[in-house]
């Protein structure tokens, strides 16, 4: 599994034109997820979201979590991060977990983010989406649940 995240003042996701979903100050996660990922992988991520020291404190350091900012996510499912470039020009998406085992993971993210206490907002699952965000910082960060430790 994993997830760009992009520290954003807002950020909003549109589907056919309508405002779909909308946040404030906190994070805008890019979620993608592979076959062989599970629930407890999702959990884990999502616990990591939640906790990452990547919010200033006081003296302008990263050293304050989404939860101890009181911020929100939105969750944007993104298959295209598993994409294999390395042949050719056209992306490859195999390494794209299938409909049927992403959905239910992508679920199970959101629900592990608001059980950690953080509000969250999602686009819609294989939908055309229009997303919008007002990058704080910059902040990016790129997760992957292969560089977390502990079992996965």
């Known amino acids: 599994m994993r997830a760009v995240l992009q520290r954003v003042r807002a950020a909003s996701v549109a589907i056919a034109g309508e405002t779909a979903a909308q946040t404030g100050p906190g994070l805008l996660i890019l979620l993608g997820v592979a076959p062989d990922d599970t629930e407890a992988q ?5 616990a990591k979201c939640a906790g990452l020291r ?3 404190d ?3 350091k990263m ?3 989404l ?3 009181g911020g929100e996510a939105l969750v944007v499912s993104q298959f295209t991060l ?4 390395r042949h050719g020009k056209r992306p490859s998406f195999t390494g794209a977990a299938r409909p049927e085992t992403a959905v239910p993971l992508y679920e199970a993210f959101q629900q592990a983010l608001r059980e950690a206490g953080v509000p969250v907002q999602h686009g819609e699952f294989g939908a055309d989406m229009l997303v919008s965000l007002q990058n704080d ?3 990016t960060i790129l997760l992957d649940t292969a560089d977390l430790p502990g079992k996965h």
């Open 137 to 139: 910082g910059p902040v």
């Open 63 to 65: 050293n304050r979590s």
């Open 42 to 46: 999702a959990r884990q991520l999502a």
């Open 54 to 56: 990547i919010f200033e």
């Open 58 to 60: 006081e003296n302008g």
């Open 82 to 85: 598993y994409a294999d470039c």
């Open 67 to 69: 939860l101890e900012t």
